[in-house]
């Protein structure tokens, strides 16, 4: 199980392509002609179709068993959603036609964009942003833009502990500074420290919710009141959205901005690390301010595309661009698809057994395994274990790569912060029973075998295409481009 | 429901084991007056797999796509022939449905591939490192102006007027939040680049001067100039190349002395789909690296001794780091670079060069071509597969007119600088491989009528 | 060449191995007049992919396809929606680029497949045991026949005739030098089937009765006196399907007695394709398995005991038994056998009942309108999916003249039997899950105006 | 590696398909509705791509790496060939349509047609055979129906030793008597053994060119001379036409009727064993009797169709159909994709670059392994090498099964019958050099252990999904469909 490099392979005289000849015609190049050897090897055909078939083996995927990653949400990937993606009439047209030659790219953008708005019970939504951080970021130039509009230049945004990484990274990319929020004992943001916290200074409160330990902020309601109360907005971090689809409409909870994760609530592939799509729903005052390019619906039927030659007349609030072109286009189409495969009841059927998945999960190892909110009732859509008791040495890594060997992939691990050795289980509700029970009882031979000590755990995966690798060599002394051996060695 | 396994028994069996009574139960945290009791109206229910084919493939049909039509638009997004054995390999599930490689031993395949990607970028961009990929061409363009930003910390760039605007437009938006000061003027209808101008707008106040190679109106100069005053000033030069392509013909930026280079690398395995998912190439040189936003995939061995590839420096990054991370970044295009990585091992440096010249002499012959219609003039003196034609009337009324007789005929500068009139007349026109000799005809043809 | 790795520096270094000057010297054994100096006259060179590509699209686009148009063609092909799922799997380079697995160790996945499929067939067809495939319902008809003779010693069958006109085809040009006797008429356009006929004329030479079940006018009937009658003479019964998914409506012939039954499985999985590559169904009675022909997978265990499949009962076969074979079968449908064993797994069998039941009840609707159309008659009283109208005018024309109007409007009995004046005014019209009800009325419409 | 079977797994309740509810009409099924359960398990569409995902890895598979399967030609399979077949103009029509309706499909069978005669030589193609052994049917069918048309029903068919089991087996199977033709000791036809057999009794003489050893029949025309002299007909199986494709034409050589595998020498995917595609080119003598339906084009360029209505006048002495539509239509387009791709000039390079491999192989391991015919100069696209020289107990079966370890499919093994534990390398030409020289090593490596008795041999492969399997057992008490274990049990 070990695959050469391209460079190790490839040459630069072999390619797998063939052209036509060139017709004669005199450069206009001058003298940028590129005359230096690039470097880049070439490979048949056949040799490229094994090269990468063999290196997609060495991947574990969805398609291959069950991805318990809490707050990644792999469910399956319908196999439609990629044939529609490929219709010639998606994934062949560019983003700067005329636009009475893609009223159909239109019309699916609003199609999906109307979907969204009445899912979430918000206003508007803003589709350009490109993944789940993207659209925070959109969120967060909203509100600023909306606070900017009445001349009130608030400069914190809190967030809880909690929160996803991308929360806080996007706040302080946009030119904020970041406050922490407290987490009660029973894993919910600390209402009263909040309450406290709020005054003239604060431009928005960021909350998941579903929260990352998978619970319902019970007082999503009560937060919203305050914090419009003192002024500032609610940016909900859509990421688990899939929770509660089709039965909880965000927008009736008060908040201004969530995104979505098309890859997460709407199944498009994550394809080993994107592409995403992040669109953003807006409420009432924050949707004047979202971004270009913008489409409506007029009155005829024709889908309208508000850029910036009209953008005066229709939305002289919009703070601009956040990029090229359209937005995901290609995950607008999966996306769609699967929304009109499920329907209204079919998705509020997802959010159902999303949550009941995760529940049996919970309630089937929380004897074996830690739950520190599991006294407190329900989960939503994730299960959520500690390392507490665990034989003195073993950790939460420990039982993720022995998830490995038992042909599963880990859990997500460490994360939420706030709690130890934190194990975050989302099964998600494309998963059988018989895989879940297969799962737990997995799990429960891992706890247990890291409960008695087994040392044997330490060292897994052993049945792995590799063993544990080494990261702290990787980013010690980090080689992240190929150079030819003796190169290399010469360099040392 | 074809997607969920769950039976009626299934979820009684399941319930009794929790604990629950009912569904409902599990759904008490929520605020009962949030809690809908029945489906959202104003929604339709499920509907089976053919019926929604269908609905898709109407909606499908009402656009006019690229391969129906004599096509010539550019302008950021370019239409490349993409081999078949492409989209075969990125829909092997191991790929398409796998995740962020955080679990490297199960990883691998991923992991490679990143590896290889990054090592073909830099080195197509002429740089040291590039990273696993960004959003886009124009999200790329952002964070390099921060990155140089935080390397320089200075917080003045200078974009080239020969930048794409929508890419303009996009720093514009996060400059208005982050403080940056950014100098822009649009382009004038000139065969010059506007390169001179900006190295004297360079000073002590400069973090980066942003340059696009080939630029927005297809024109190609040396940048060594101007990496070299940028350099005099202790600031940077960021270049933008959104037809990686053309690198298989003219010299890379890296090698002309730009300290950051970022891309657009749509054009190689990713097709067009209307402007989304792209891929954002991002490379730079090497001292700069732990300053580079997003996912970098470095080499290492594991236990036994055996080379392996892991995700790296990630104290970078937002899920380390938080708000001190040198981008919000998270999901990337990995499936767009793996496509990028694929078509670029198939062509090889051979197989690159051959499509690059068959791009460049098929441009020539078409603005050879095109110039000769009466009224319309060439701009360019230099250029790769993208030339500026001038036209004796307002190109965005001509792309419309040519649209409604089923040629696509080119970006309007009108479209692209709506607000700068001087420009309404000119008309990018792009051509690549795919374009046909009848295809140069039909547009000329088109155009002498439009014009009569 | 794309497809053809070796560099012109290999090809000569492998020469200096082989210790051959050229490759000429390679080819020394072909005579040196048939050795040709060059390239064949008259063929062109080799093309780029996208240029081999727009040709092939361009015939395609002469075609008007099943999804274009209002669509009721039947008669042994039969239009269904397959789940994109089915199409993914049967592209994964394991399933589509692996050979016949002659190698077991190595091909558990094809084998495993081959025996969910076989148990899939059998039980779908009502039977004991099935084969991995054949090429097709036709040739597994023959093969059937074939059968018969060599269990029987028999050497007449009596065909129905509603067995489809191609398949009877099939058996006579076989029979022509086999020397069976083939007993067969044309059909009658009455509502019955011909059941009681062929049991009349069932006597001591008969080695099978050959019937199909629905039949080629769409008719069903209960075949359990048949194959009383024929078991009564010693003879076999043999049933054809051409539509395996009628079978989740109507009763499997195994279970009226059939001995063999054999079918064409391109309903499930595998597509119109212009009548090929399609898949023969063969399945019969545990006691005759050792007479069957084509491939069979069976379960076993390897040295380390745990459970795997194997080609097996080989020495029926060509590769081992020479002339002595059951058949010379060799390549058979396995990966359409595959498409098939997908679709099914997706379906499961109440995915099955489901499709059928809409089959039969869009069927319904349609025979329904169509007899209202002035002139028009329903010939059948029962009917799965398919139905026979009587028209009163050639319906040959009537359907060139549909075609002409976008509608493919059926199967006309003068294209099936041409030397059959009698049922020249004939119509077979089959009704899918993918036939709207647009569709049908747009084809009464059509009807009605044809006719007027 | 243990992946249960749908039954196991499935449920007759679960099902992977949604359907629009069917419209209320009366039942025109009678009384033959189906009531009994037909056993049928289902499963979600996400089971069942799990299923099907984890069962294709335990196949090998050209994409996986070489597949050196003599006389199979494993080749690349190019995925614009894939693409092609998709097309909804090809993949979406009805084989009954109004030829109006299909010109374009008619259109590929002419234009394949033509290619597959111009490329052998020959006077006519029969399209319409479904795979390699149903192309012998089509050719040996013509055969008897020439000779019947002269009045001379001639009854045997004489077919060499090294033949493929199908040629006997289909002379078989349309009723001739079968007779075998010796081998030279330099492993080609007895020409002498031949002529002294030709008489008025036989009807043809089936020779495969190149041989199953590999070899050139250098005596071809001579032989086909001497058949046609003796009234007969010579019938090549053109299963090895890979290695003369462009260079040499079978026409030119005396050949009467050839089949050619599509997915052989055309690179059409062999799917796990099937489907193939078999036209047969045929002589002047021979094309009257070629089977329904029959293309011709047209004075106007039209693509007309020759079926049963038509075909007196058109082809009065055609032998009749032998499947029920135009064969394998799937085939042709790919086929034909390939040979555009190819040109003239590539295909012949095809041959060269076949043949160039083999002999590569053949003399980098004649110096480990028998290669019985070696001496005589140069292989085609095939080497043969025998079990000669191996240690005692040591047999072809170690080898290949020993191959499997080394990451490779097997060769042929103990085919042709001529040699004593024959192993048949055909490598193709679109192996690199890179991989022959692994593949070479690692045969080198088993070589040199069988001849050393390396125990350890005999019990490979180790590193499959499977250890040996028991193939007896399987035979002895044969178990071809799953049963519900209690009632096998029961039954035992």
Known sequence: LEEKLIFEIGSTDTTGVDFADAPQAASRLGSLARTDGIGLPGLSEQETVRHYTRLSRQNYAIDLGLFPLGSCTMKHNPRLNEKVARMPGFADIHPLQPQSTVQGALGVINELAVWLITLTGMHGVAMTPKAGAHGELCGLLCIRAALEARGDARQVVLVPESAHGTNPATAAFCGYKVEDIPATPDGRVDLEALKARLGPDVAAVMITNPNTCGLFERDMKVISDAVHAAGAFVYCDGANFNAIVGRVRPGDLGVDAMHINLHKTFSTPHGGGGPGSGPVVLSEALSPFGPLPYTARMADGTIHLIEEDNVGEEMPQSFGRMSAFHGQMGMFTRALTYILSHGADGLRQVAEDAVLNANYVLRSLEDVLDAPFGASGPCMHEALFSDKGLAEGFTTLDIAKGLIDEGFHPMTMYFPLVVHGAMLVEPTETESKAALDQFILALRSLAERAKAGDEALKGAPYHAPRRRLDETLAARKPVLSWSEPDLADAAE | ?452
């Open chain 2, 1 to 452: 429901m074809r997607y969920l396994p769950l039976t009626d028994g299934d979820r009684q069996a399941m319930l009794a084991t929790i604990g629950a009574a009912s569904i409902d139960d599990l759904f008490v945290d929520v605020p009962a007056e949030a809690r809908l009791a029945g489906t959202i109206p104003g929604l339709p229910d499920h509907a089976s797999e053919m019926a929604v084919e269908r609905h898709m493939a109407a909606l499908a049909r009402k656009n006019l796509s690229a391969g129906e039509a004599p096509f010539f638009l550019g302008a950021g997004a370019y239409k490349h022939h993409v081999p078949a054995s492409v989209d075969h390999l990125i829909q092997r599930g191991e790929f398409l449905t796998a995740y962020t490689p955080y679990q490297p031993e199960i990883a691998q395949g991923t992991l490679q591939v990143l590896f290889e990607f990054q090592t073909q970028v830099a080195r197509l961009l002429g740089c040291d490192v590039a990273n696993a990929s960004m959003y886009d061409g124009s999200t790329a363009c952002w964070e390099a102006i921060g990155m140089a930003r935080r390397i320089t910390k200075r917080g003045k760039a200078i974009l080239s007027s020969g930048l794409h605007p929508h890419y303009v437009s996009v720093a514009q938006t996060m400059a208005k939040f982050t403080g940056d000061e950014l100098a822009y003027a649009t382009p004038e209808l000139d065969s010059e680049c506007d390169n001179s101008k900006l190295i004297a707008a360079i000073d002590k106040d400069t973090s980066c001067v942003v340059v696009q190679y080939p630029d927005i109106l297809g024109r190609i100069e040396d940048l060594t100039a101007l990496a070299d005053a940028a350099h005099t000033a202790g600031a940077l030069l960021v270049a933008v190349v959104t037809e990686p392509v053309a690198l298989g013909a003219i010299k890379a930026p890296g090698a002309m002395g730009a300290d950051i280079v970022v891309g657009e690398g749509q054009s190689l395995g990713v097709g067009l789909q209307f402007g989304g998912p792209y891929l954002g190439l991002f490379a730079c040189k090497q001292k700069y690296v732990r300053q580079m936003p997003g996912r970098l995939c470095g080499e290492t061995v594991d236990a036994a001794g055996k080379r392996g590839f892991v995700l790296t420096l990630s104290t970078r990054e937002q899920h380390i780091r938080r708000e001190k991370a040198t981008s919000n970044i998270c999901t990337n295009s990995g499936l767009c670079a793996l496509a990028f990585s694929i078509h670029m091992t198939l062509l090889g440096e051979k197989g690159l060069r051959q499509l690059a010249g068959l791009n460049h002499a098929l441009a020539c012959q078409a603005a050879d071509r095109l110039a000769k219609v009466p009224g319309v003039t060439l701009m360019n003196d230099s250029f790769f597969n993208e030339f500026t034609l001038i036209l004796p009337t307002d190109a965005r009324e001509a792309v419309r007119n040519l649209a409604d007789r089923g040629i696509l005929a080119g970006v309007s500068l009108g479209r692209l600088f709506p607000t700068a009139p001087d420009l309404a007349n000119g008309l990018v026109v792009a051509v690549t491989e795919t374009t046909t000799a009848e295809d140069i005809e039909a547009l000329a043809k088109a155009l002498e009528e439009e014009l009569a």
